[in-house]
Nanobody
């Protein structure tokens, strides 16, 4: 069982940057595809960004964030990051990291992931 713990959320102003971290507990982290999702009040959980497993993971993004957010991973630290730039009000949500027990593919649906963190709140104010 993989445990994922997100951190780094908070209250920021529009235009600011914020970096989220997700620490994993297992020994096989490097082989997992990792994803970031978010869920705003009253809305469904939506895909934000992901990075495939291995030492040179390939990243993939939702259109709404691809020019502003950067996903990365440090396998030595069992951690995946989401750097968020030029934040706007629509980015306000609870952000979740997720792990898929495969390094293949670019999964963008919640049901494709096997493990989830508890989430961290990001609030963007005007």
């Amino acid at each position: 069982q993989e445990q994922l713990v997100e951190s780094g959320g908070g209250l920021v102003q529009a235009g600011d940057s914020l970096t989220l971290s997700c620490a994993a507990s297992g020994r096989t982290f490097s082989s997992y595809t990792m994803g970031w999702f978010r869920q705003a009040p009253g809305k469904q959980r939506e895909f934000v960004a992901g990075i495939t497993g291995g030492d040179f993971g390939a990243w993939f993004y939702a259109d709404s964030v691809k020019d502003r957010f950067v996903v990365s991973r440090d396998n030595a630290k069992n951690t995946v990051y989401l750097q968020m730039n030029s934040l706007n009000l629509e980015d306000t949500a609870v952000y979740y990291c997720a792990a898929k027990r495969s390094r293949i593919g670019a999964p963008t649906y919640p049901g494709q992931y096997d493990y989830w963190g508890q989430g961290t709140q990001v609030t963007v104010s005007s």
